[in-house]
C-alpha cells in the first residue's frame, strides 16, 4: 500500500484566497483524521470521520474551516478565507479501528503558507 | 478535558546514555498509549504503544511504562544512537478513536 497520501505537498497563497487540502487514506481503514501542526500548539487534532461520518470537530478553529469524506477514499480540508495565521503543516492521518484504538498512520503533511 | 502533558520539551543526552521522556493524561478512561517519533520534515511514525492491560513493553531499545493509578506514562531509551535524535510525542486516546497529543520532545544525542 501506498500509504496516506496527501496534497499539496506545498502551497502558499495569499490572504483571503480559499485553500484545499486533500487527503487518501489507507485501503480498509475505517477512520481519517485531520491534524495541524505548528511550532506554538504542537499537534492539534481538527475533526475526524468514522466510516464517512464527522464525529468529533471541536478542534476545527472557526466556520472559516471545513472538512468532508464524500466516501471511504477520500477527503478535503477546505480553508476559506485564509489567513496568515493559519500558515501550519496539515497531516491527514488514518486507522482502522474496531472497538479499540487503532494505530493511526500519517501522511506526509501539506504544508500552508498564507502571505 | 482531554489533555496530555509531557516533559522534558527539549532533552539532550551524551550518545550512548538512555533518554527518559514522561507524560501524564487527564481521562482515567484511556487505555490507549502511542509513542512517535517524528524527524525533521517528515511525518509522525509510530514507534512503541501500551495498552493498559499491561505495565511495561519492551522493543530492543525502547520501553514504555504505564501507571494507571498515577495516570502517567513514559519512554526509554537506552544507548542512544545519534539516529535517535528527532521530536518524540506521546499521546492518549480519549474515546474510541480520537487522540491527543503532547507538546513535544526535541531530543538530541550528543557524538
Known amino acids: 500500500d501506498a500509504g496516506v497520501i496527501q496534497s499539496p505537498r506545498h502551497e502558499v497563497t495569499e490572504m483571503g484566497q480559499e485553500v484545499t487540502l486533500r487527503c487518501k487514506p489507507i485501503s480498509g481503514h475505517n477512520s481519517l483524521f485531520w491534524y495541524r501542526q505548528t511550532m506554538m500548539r504542537g499537534l492539534e487534532l481538527l475533526i475526524y470521520?468514522?466510516?464517512?461520518?464527522?464525529?468529533?470537530d471541536s478542534g476545527m478553529p472557526e466556520d472559516r474551516f471545513s472538512a468532508k469524506m464524500p466516501n471511504a477514499s477520500f477527503s478535503t480540508l477546505k480553508i476559506q478565507p485564509s489567513e496568515p495565521r493559519d500558515s501550519a503543516v496539515y497531516f491527514c492521518?488514518?486507522?482502522?479501528?474496531?472497538?479499540?484504538?487503532?494505530?493511526?498512520?500519517f501522511g506526509e503533511g501539506s504544508r500552508l503558507t498564507v502571505l | 478535558g482531554e489533555n496530555v502533558e509531557q516533559h522534558p520539551s527539549t532533552l539532550s543526552v551524551q550518545e550512548g546514555d538512555s533518554a527518559v521522556i514522561k507524560c501524564t493524561y487527564s481521562?482515567?478512561?484511556?487505555?490507549?498509549f502511542p509513542w512517535y517519533k517524528q524527524e525533521l520534515g517528515k511525518r509522525p511514525q509510530l514507534i512503541i504503544d501500551i495498552r493498559s492491560n499491561v505495565g511495561e513493553k519492551k522493543d530492543q531499545r525502547i520501553a514504555v511504562t504505564l501507571n494507571k493509578t498515577a495516570k502517567h506514562f513514559s519512554l526509554h531509551i537506552t544507548e542512544t544512537q545519534p539516529e535517535d535524535s528527532a521530536v518524540y510525542f506521546c499521546a492518549a486516546n480519549f474515546g474510541n478513536e480520537k487522540l491527543t497529543f503532547g507538546t513535544g520532545t526535541r531530543l538530541t544525542i550528543i557524538p
Open positions: 492521518a488514518s486507522s482502522f479501528s474496531q472497538g479499540h484504538t487503532g494505530e493511526l498512520f
Open positions: 470521520f468514522n466510516n464517512n461520518v464527522p464525529i468529533d
Open positions: 481521562d482515567s478512561a484511556s487505555n490507549y
